[in-house]
T-cell receptor, first 112, second 114 residues
Framework: EPEVTQTPSHQVTQMGQEVILHCVPI?????FYWYRQILGQKVEFLVS????????KSEIFDDQFSVERPDGSNFTLKIRSTKLEDSAMYFC??????????FGQGTRLTVV | AQKVTQAQTEISVVEKEDVTLDCVYE???????LFWYKQPPSGELVFLIR??????QNEISGRYSWNFQKSTSSFNFTITASQVVDSAVYFC???????????FGKGTKLSVKP
């Protein structure tokens, strides 16, 4: 069964460092997403990506965040200068239009 | 505005009890989709069900059942004869026709004790 793959599963980084979270969406999906879940809280939308550009982003997705689909299979989330409050589980998801989103296993980011 | 409310923060039941998780949504879209996801202690998000706004038929899948009522904007989830493995956080989510992303509720943490 096809699945969304995220790497690494856990990333520890120092405050102020840049991190890149990696995702390989399901191959025939067209829409890609990043969501964030701070420990114990709800899942929050960050950004959606379609046709090689951002289609929507939330208030959380400020200038320190960026996304890329560099090679047609990977979908990355870059956080330029991490802050303590960026510590969270980051989920990548992909979907065809108006269907359920398939989520990756998540990357737990810990900023120290 | 799109919104999903899961008023129950935590529920604790004893194994074999039935339990219903509530979900109330708000949307101005006439076409929308509702979802339930399960998040076990391991952290991943597991898709359970999707309903579109034109299909109000209740659905049963094994011990799981869903009651979608447009009149009350609710999409409740019932687990019959709960088991310890059902212990997880359950999220209700909304995908409006005018918006491409899922709006999640805050989740309900279900603890099933043996």
């Amino acid at each position: 069964e096809p699945e969304v793959t995220q790497t690494p599963s856990h990333q520890v980084t120092q405050m102020g460092q840049e991190v890149i979270l990696h995702c390989v969406p399901i191959s025939n999906h067209l829409y890609f997403y990043w969501y964030r879940q701070i420990l114990g809280q709800k899942v929050e939308f960050l950004v959606s990506f379609y046709n090689n550009e951002i289609s929507e982003k939330s208030e959380i997705f400020d200038d320190q965040f960026s996304v890329e689909r560099p090679d047609g299979s990977n979908f990355t989330l870059k956080i330029r200068s991490t802050k303590l409050e960026d510590s969270a589980m980051y989920f990548c998801a992909s979907t065809r239009p108006n269907t359920e989103a398939f989520f990756g296993q998540g990357t737990r980011l810990t900023v120290v | 505005a799109q919104k999903v409310t899961q008023a129950q923060t935590e529920i604790s039941v004893v194994e074999k009890e039935d339990v219903t998780l509530d979900c109330v949504y708000e949307t101005r879209d006439t076409t929308y989709y509702l979802f339930w996801y399960k998040q076990p202690p391991s952290g991943e998000l597991v898709f359970l069900i999707r309903r579109n706004s034109f299909d109000e038929q209740n659905e049963i899948s094994g011990r799981y059942s869903w009651n979608f009522q447009k009149s009350t904007s609710s999409f409740n989830f019932t687990i019959t004869a709960s088991q310890v493995v059902d212990s997880a956080v359950y999220f209700c989510a909304l995908l409006g026709g005018s918006q491409g992303n899922l709006i999640f509720g805050k989740g309900t943490k279900l603890s099933v004790k043996p």
